[in-house]
């Protein structure tokens, strides 16, 4: 037990130490951080347990909100593609928006994770894709969507949620104006 302390510590220190904060409090302060973080507009990521990372989604996703959005199911067919294409395994009911570009083309969960790939790299979303203790929230992503047949920016935003097949959220984003 006390090896896995010191190695905590250790962790925590690395990431003090590049510029980031560890926060460690009830259930209700952290779903709390997360809401209000939304509410006022902040840019963060959060790594928290499922249950606290399902809390926020849940509360976030509203009926009303996912049709004004347009989020879905990804398909079979771009589920294929991803793994296909991009070698990474589509687990779990994975949903996302699909914006069209001026120029005919289509942003989804696809071009998401390809963007990804740019951006970051293989092991990085490998590493994001395997965890099972962990989600990971991104509010109010500084992300730019860009279109991958004529690499403009497009000025609409793209959501995503990837939950496991239990439901576990592995992987999702909250933003906009909080209506309620």
Same mark, same amino acid.
């Given at each position: 037990m006390e090896t896995e302390m010191v190695a905590l510590l250790s962790s925590i220190e690395a990431a003090v130490n590049g510029g980031k904060a560890v926060v460690s409090a009830d259930n209700s302060?952290? !779903?709390?951080?997360? =809401? %209000?973080?939304?509410k006022n507009g902040r840019s963060a990521t959060f790594y928290v347990s499922p249950a606290q990372g399902r809390a926020v989604m849940r509360w976030y996703w509203t009926p009303g909100r996912i049709k004004e959005i347009?989020? %879905?199911? $990804? @398909?079979?067919? %771009?589920?294929?593609?991803? %793994? @296909?294409?991009?070698?990474?395994?589509?687990?779990?009911?994975?949903? @996302?928006?699909?914006? &069209?570009?001026?120029c005919g083309g289509v942003y989804g969960m696809?071009?998401?994770? =390809?963007?990804?790939? &740019?951006?970051?790299? &293989?092991?990085?979303?490998?590493? $994001?894709?395997?965890?099972?203790?962990? @989600?990971?929230? &991104?509010?109010?992503?500084?992300l730019d969507a860009i279109c991958a047949q004529c690499n403009q920016m497009l000025i609409t935003g793209h959501w995503y949620e990837m939950p496991?097949?239990?439901?576990?959220? !592995?992987?999702?984003c909250c933003s906009g104006p909080i209506l309620a």
């Open positions: 302060i952290i !779903i709390a951080m997360m =809401q %209000e973080t939304l347009g989020m %879905e199911a $990804v @398909s079979k067919e %771009e589920r294929a593609r991803i %793994e @296909s294409e991009l070698g990474f395994k589509c687990v779990g009911p994975w949903f @996302s928006n699909r914006i &069209r570009c001026p696809f071009e998401f994770m =390809q963007q990804g790939l &740019r951006e970051h790299d &293989r092991d990085w979303i490998k590493a $994001v894709l395997e965890l099972k203790n962990t @989600s990971v929230l &991104r509010i109010n992503p500084a496991a097949p239990d439901g576990t959220l !592995i992987y999702g």
